[in-house]
Each structure stands twice: as structure tokens, then as C-alpha cells.
């Protein structure tokens, strides 16, 4: 072994995983030395998750990313010579109607993304898998390119990790856990050992599931919790004796139980003439906190193998034995039988991107072997050039609250995310029960008594609708369709699309108090802003005002949209609550790094937001301002920021709208708003909820979301939201974007899409939710651009006032022609949609009161 350094300029804590493994090959790749890698355990890791993982790998998921990591890993896998190509059977059980309308959606997002999963029938299945009894399904999904890492992805580690060592990049030390971290000023400087202390400039944590015990030595927490997964062993098996295989049969998912199985292949391979039954529970699942982990000399497997108690799996198990009757012929190994730990999340994926307080200090947790090589890609691109191939938004560590980094949020939600992982069918729109009522608006008990349908953003309770509106369903009848399918009106309101109706007609007011909002002030503080703004932040002309703008990477692509508030002393950074974290960390470091004498504030909780927008939104104001002449239009320019007055409260009032209607948001002190919505309420206005806000009314106006339709694969420009001349200060991005800028045209465009027909073959109406793919009707593909980019719907909702549902898609330039004739699939069933607006374009202009068709 090499002697112990005392420097470097990487230092990887969990090494021997394959996450670690491949973090380090992909730095090495990327040009970085001087690494150095450690580990609790041998390397390869001989305790952690990675020793006992069943490899296999699913390209079939419904987000992008997820696919994209996946068919990275696999690739990389299979270059290697470490990849069966098997395929992947996933099936729906005879009766279970509800799963096999899953395995619709599926191939719907496998479309969508990329893959090549398609239907097969009982006979099909059976045929790829004699094991299965025919009759017990009534359909299934096979994906191609599913199969499985061989030998094993603890093999991969291995050599990944000693072609680094050959190479000089990288030295290895095995049994060396990290005891303590060295912070001076915000900044990793080192990590101490039981052999020695290591200065290093950038410390990566990839500890598998004793991550959060690493975060903990500079006070944070990851929100992930290692959770058992009964994995069981039935044999002997010997049907691919003599044949040297790894595997024999596709993988087989039985979701509607919450398991799968394969076979182990040839008795003289690793682990070879066994039937590996494995399954996710989905009533009591045990999570093990990891400082409850067993040390190695105190385990009877390893410490990420806990012994497995019979009750767990006893009535999936006879489930199972109805579908493949040879788990109940062959014999049980309970030796061979245990829980083996793995992570699940409390946000729904990886948490992976630089420490919330600690500079230089990288976490890269909750990474499952079919991603692991990607995941090593991004981390190494991302401290490289600071952005990767791919939006990284929903993986971001920085995208966390303070509330959801407490050990109750994280164990509450860590607990349903287990319940979830096969079973059941989770909805995009899908509200988890723990957690809530984290914040609450000054008007919370208000919005209660209206009946407002809550759901939660970033900690906010968000009323969507009100029951009390319900009497306008009467009204709006002819104008608010009745949702037949369960799938489409789960988690949404009837009544919102009649407060869409009311709101257009009158108007209305609706509770933004989820609005993430941060200062920025100090004697730079404009100065950071043009730097990373696209728009003009500088001048005195801007004081007063609030400008609409955005944050590029360094490849002039969209990084993020927010509104900042251009007051005498300071900016106020107004964005949407589930970017806000994120931005804030960013400013923070884009100040440090440029040295910068700036104080970044996050004032969220000090202030609330209400909307109030409608044809009659002026007048219904004047009835409650202290000087009602002060709102004319001649006196209140659209974008202009002003002081008001109402119930002898101080608010700022901003003549802005992302419905498309007139009016203004309202930001006041949390301890005012309740006296501001009192006297809004007493003029008799309607309250609405936030899905017209948010979707319905965002959607006719053709307004863009960020992380939804605005992601880092995009410019601004495809996007349509790019200023008619570029402002003559440098920012991050202005070169690359002045590039695509004098591009004869781009290679691809937002587009807005209606829906020309929305009956199934069943002859029910549909109103979609999720990602559907964008295929050409005469060749039957997805549309891919140029650059590879597939084309899916980044946004979609019912727009009553046009009476279509809506949708927005990124299409390749040959495609971005309005009246163009597309599909869309939605449960793998086509429906026709035609190109209504290529870039930005509303459907419904309301300054003409009619909607455009």
C-alpha cells in the first residue's frame, strides 16, 4: 500500500461502490489527478450496498433524467464487457386492471424518453419466460435493453477503480472510514483519518448508506434513509446448466406484487442455479437509520445485510408462487436469504451537487447500480464546468428547504417513498401524506373555511380550489368538462377550471405566498445581478421596477427565471418556491467566487404574495387602496413597482401578470396579509386557487415554468423568451448565447400544442397529465432535433376558455409550423394534435377578449 498522503486535490469518501468507482474514472476522464479514494471497507467494497446489489437495470421510467442515466450506465456497462443485454418483462396480472393501465402509462413514457419498451401479450411473455403461468396476466411491457451487470457491478468498482491507480491519478485506501472533516471559512479543507489527515481542495461523499454520518460532521443531513429489501433465493435451478451463462431468462417485474425475479444462470457461474426472488414492502417497510448500522465485526452477513424474518414475505410470496409456480417446487436457501440496505429518498431521487454550507464539499447519495456510471459523469462534469449534459434540477442538493432536512421530515417521507418504490402506480400529482403544514399563509384558516383542496410546494400549503366556489359549476357547466377517467381527475378540482372562467370574466385574487424571495444588497450587489442576469439589471431607469429575467450557465443555456425587484437600496430576487433554494445557494457562490461584497438574504417567510387579476381587477382595487388614482394606467406603468396602501397596511404593489388577465402582485409583510385579504374579501371579490395560476391560465397564455418547460438542455432563444437586443454588459452565458443568437434558426423551438381530439378508443374524453412523447403521424416516431434531443410535452392542462387541452413541446425546426399535424401518445394510445403557436404566442388574448383557435 502506498504511503498515507497528507494532500490532494480530490479526496472520494466511499470508493469501493460503484458510485464511488465511477465518479473516480469519470475525473480521471475528465482530467483530474492527485485523487485520493477511501473507504470504511475493502475496495471493491466488500459491506457497503454495491456487494450484494442485484444489477440488474430497467431503462423504463416516467422522467427524463432517469431514463438518461440509466442508458448511459448501460452502455458504459456493456463497453466494459459487463452487460448481459437480456431484456426486461414487466407484466399486469390477469384482473388487475389498474396495472396493466400502468404498463400503459409506462410505454407511453418509454416512448417519451427514448426506449425501446414495447407491449407483448400473455402468449409473448410466456414465450420469453416458459416460468410464468400464461393465464395469470393478461398483458406486459418488454424493454430490450433492460438485463444485468456481469459478473457484478462490485467487479466494475474494481476495475474502474485500479485503471485509475495504474494510470497515477488515483491512490486507493481500503479499511480507512473518514472520522472527521476539516472546515475553515465555509470551505472543505481536509479529511482525518485514523491513518493520517488528507488537506484536499474538494472532499466527494459517496458513502452509499452511511452518507448522511458524513454529512452530520458538518451539521447537515440528507434526506435519504436506508430502507430493507427482502431478497430470497430458491435451488437448485439448473435449466442453463453447462451453458456458462450469467443469466438465462429476461428479468421479470411484477409490479402489482411489488417484486420481481430472474434466474442466476449456469450452477458453475458466481452465483449461478438459482431462482433470485426479491420484494419492496409496501405496508411496514423497516428503515435503518444509519448510525443503527452494525459494524462489520458485529454483523452476521455484512452490516448492509440484515437477517430476514419469514412473515415479511410470506403473503407477496404465495402471490408470487400463483404466477411461477417453480418458487414453490424448488427449494428455499434461507442461508443464502436476507434484507439487503439500500437508499430510498425523501425527494423522490439522488441528492447529488455541492454541500448547502460547506464550499468544495460534494454529496452523491441514493444512486441505484443501473445509474451509478452516469451518475459518475455528472458529478465529474459538474465540478468541472459547473453544469452537466443534462438539467440536474431534480437531483440537486441545493434544491432543499431547512424544514425537509430534519431527521422527522426525512424519516416520514423516506418511509412512503419505501411504500412506493414498485407499488402502487404513483400520479405526477401524487401528495405526500407526512410533512404537511410545514408553512401556512396568514390566511391559512381563511382558505380553510372556503374549503380550499390544499396541496404542497416547497413547505406551502397551496390551495388549488374551493369549494365554495361550487356554485359556478352551474354557471360554467357547457365550459368545464366532467373528467370521466379517474387517472385524469385525480388531485384535480373541478371548480378550479370554473374559477379560471369567473376569475376571466371579474376577477380574483389568489394566495402566492410560496414565492421564494431573497435580498441582495451591498455595494456590489447590481454588479452581481448584470453579471448573472440576462437582462438589464443597472441604471437608474430600472429603479422602480421589476424585471423579468434570467440566469444562463456557461453554455448560454437556461438555467433559471425569476423576477427581480429593482428597489433604491437593493434587489429583491423573486422566484417560484421549488427553484428558490437552489438560486439562492447559487447567488451565494457566483458572489463568493467573484469576490463580490454582498449580504444574500433569504426573506421568504417575512413576506406573502397576493394576486389580483381579472378585467375588473383595477376597479375592485380601488375600493380598498388609500389612493385609488394612483393605480390609472397613466399613473401605474405595466412593470412598474409602487408603494400602496391598504387597511393602513404597507404593500408593494407590481403591475405584472402570469395569467394573461390585467392586474397586479401584492407583497406585503406576513403579519399584514391577513388585514390585506380581509379587505380584498370584503369587496366581495372571488378567491381562486392556484391551478388557474399556475396551469390553466399559464397554459392559454402560453407562459413558460421553469424546470418544466425552461431546463439547462435549451437556449433561451429555442425557448422564445430571449430580449430583442443583448445588453452590452457581460454576464454568464452572453457569448455562447450570442452565437445561437446569429443562427439562421434554431434547432429547435417551444411550441404550443392543442389537442384536436381528445377521445379514446373506449369513447371517453381524456385531459392528460405527465409527459407524453411528440411522434409524427406518418413515420410513427418521436421527433428528435439535430442535437439528439427528444421531443415530449414539458407542460400540459385543459384550458376551458379555448376548450382544448393544451400543451408545450420542444419540436425540431422542420416541425415548428403552425397548423402542423402531430400525436401525441398518452397510455400508448395516439391522439392528433395540430401546431397552434410556434414560440411564444398566446391562445388567448384577453386584450381582445377572444381566444384564438
Partial sequence: MAEFPSKAKVVIIGLGGIVGASIAHHLVERGWDDIVGIDKSGIPTDIGSTAHASDFCYTTSHDYLSVWTTQYSIDFYEKMGHYARIGGLEVARTGDDLWMEEIKRKLTSAKAFGTRAHYVSPAEIKEKFPLIEEDQVQGGMFDPDAGLVIPRSQTVAGKLVDAAEKAGKLKVFGNTPATSLIVENGRIKGVVTHRGTIMADHVIVCAGIWGRLIAEMVGEDLPVMPVDHPLTFFGPFNEFAGTGKEIGYPLLRDQGNSAYMRDTGDPNTTEGGQIEWGYYETDNPRLCHPRDILEKHEARLSPSQRDLDMEQILTPLERAMELTPILGELGYNEGHSFNGLLQVSAAGGPSCGESQKVRGLWYCVAIWVKDGPAYGKLIADWMTDGRTEVDHNSIDYSRFYPHQLTEDFIEGRTREAAQKIYFPAVHPREPYATGRGAKKSPFYEREKELGGYFMELGGWERAHGYAANDHLLEKYANQVPVRE?????????????????????????????????????????????????????????????????????????????????????RCRLVNGADAGPRDFHYMKRAAEDRGLDVTITDVSEKFITIGIWGPNARETLKKVVADPSGLDIENFAFAAIKPIEIAGKPVTAFRISYVGEQGWELHMKYEDGLAVWDALRATGVMAFGVETYANSRRMEKSLRLQNGDLLTQYNLIEADLARPKVKEADFRGKAKHLEYKARHHQPAMLCTLVMTDNTDASGVKRYPVGSMPVIDPDTGKTLVDELGRISYTTSVAYGPTIGKNIALAYLPWDYCEVGRKLTVNYFNEDFPVEVAAVGYKPLYDPENLKPRT
Avoid: Q
Fill in 485 to 569: 377517467n379517474e387517472w385524469d381527475k385525480r388531485h384535480f378540482w373541478r371548480v378550479s377550471n370554473a374559477e379560471h372562467l369567473a376569475m376571466s370574466e371579474d376577477c380574483g385574487i389568489v394566495n402566492l405566498s410560496h414565492f421564494h424571495m431573497v435580498d441582495i444588497e451591498g455595494p456590489d450587489h447590481v454588479e452581481l445581478l448584470e453579471w448573472l442576469c440576462a437582462a438589464k439589471i443597472g441604471g437608474d431607469a430600472n429603479i422602480g421596477k421589476g424585471i423579468y429575467t434570467h440566469f444562463l450557465d456557461e453554455e448560454g443555456m437556461v438555467r433559471a427565471d425569476f423576477t427581480v425587484f429593482r428597489l433604491s437600496d
